[in-house]
């Protein structure tokens, strides 16, 4: 799966949510969930289960007229792969500070709290004391010592 195709839209989490709730579904399952909750048409969350299936998320049976999805990855995987995507196209110097807003933000168990606590002590131990932009070929490292190079 590439890094383009883990991104996914809010409609299609909606329907990915159901088919991780119930396991491997019909076509008509996850149709009478989205129409009950949003009113959702059975043509259009018939066209966001064959872009999953595309994008790699769903693996689709068909058992006469009948079609069947059951995920391609975990949850927590397909939230990791689209937040890393997010991610990936935002300032480094300024994913600390979000990160902090989210933690703010977000419902976390004890059990979450101490994890995080954890693997924050372990990540401190190599941090850097600041981490640098990377929005412009100047803040690079490497372009930056290539750019100083080719004033001299």
């Not at 990915?16 to 959702?40: F, N």
């Not at 007229?65 to 059951?70: A, C, I, L, Q, V």
């Amino acid at each position: 799966m590439s890094e383009k195709d883990c991104q996914i839209s809010s409609s299609e989490w909606q329907a990915m949510r159901i088919v991780w709730s119930l396991g491997e579904v019909t076509s008509s399952q996850v149709v009478d969930q989205l129409q009950q909750k949003y009113g959702w048409s059975a043509s259009t969350t018939k066209t966001l289960l064959r872009r999953l299936v595309e994008k790699g998320y769903l693996e689709v049976a068909r058992t006469g007229h009948r079609f069947s999805y059951k995920a391609q990855l975990s949850e927590e995987e397909g939230m990791y792969q689209n937040l890393k995507a997010e991610l990936s196209a935002m300032c480094d110097m300024h994913k600390g500070a979000v990160l902090l807003r989210l933690i703010d933000e977000i419902p976390l168990s004890q059990e979450d709290i101490d994890l995080l606590v954890a693997k924050l002590e372990e990540k401190k131990q190599t941090a850097p004391e600041a981490v640098p932009c990377n929005c412009l070929a100047a803040c690079h490292p490497v372009m930056e010592e290539m750019t100083m190079k080719a004033e001299k």
